[in-house]
Nanobody, 125 residues
Framework: QVQLVESGGGLVQAGGSLRLSCAASGGTFRSYAMGWFRQAPGKEREFVAR????????YYSESVKGRFTIFRDNAKNTVGLQMNSLKPEDTAVYYC??????????????????WGQGTQVTVSS
């Protein structure tokens, strides 16, 4: 059983920055990949970024590539998402997720086993 708790959301103006954090407990943190997803009102949950257990490989959606950075600290069992140059279209609830099954899809929510409760990010124009 893995528990995930996000923090760091809030309201920011377009062009600003926010850093999200997700604290994990349970399991062996360094052994599983972590991802960030987001869901805007009326839309499906979409992939944002993913980082493998060692932290050595990262994946990003095209919409955030070059603006967002995913990172992890295996000593502290945390994963973060640094979001720069934020746009109003980045407004959504952001979720961190744990992938304990390497054979699953890295870009689809169904490929992840555990989820946090989400944190709201609102970008004003």
């Amino acid at each position: 059983q893995v528990q995930l708790v996000e923090s760091g959301g809030g309201l920011v103006q377009a062009g600003g920055s926010l850093r999200l954090s997700c604290a994990a407990s349970g399991g062996t943190f360094r052994s599983y990949a972590m991802g960030w997803f987001r869901q805007a009102p009326g839309k499906e949950r979409e992939f944002v970024a993913r980082i493998v257990g060692s932290g050595g490989i990262r994946y990003y959606s095209e919409s955030v590539k070059g603006r967002f950075t995913i990172f992890r600290d295996n000593a502290k069992n945390t994963v973060g998402l640094q979001m720069n140059s934020l746009k109003p279209e980045d407004t959504a609830v952001y979720y961190c997720a744990a992938d304990l099954s390497p054979s699953g899809s890295r870009y689809n929510p169904s490929g992840y086993n555990y989820w946090g409760q989400g944190t709201q990010v609102t970008v004003s124009s």
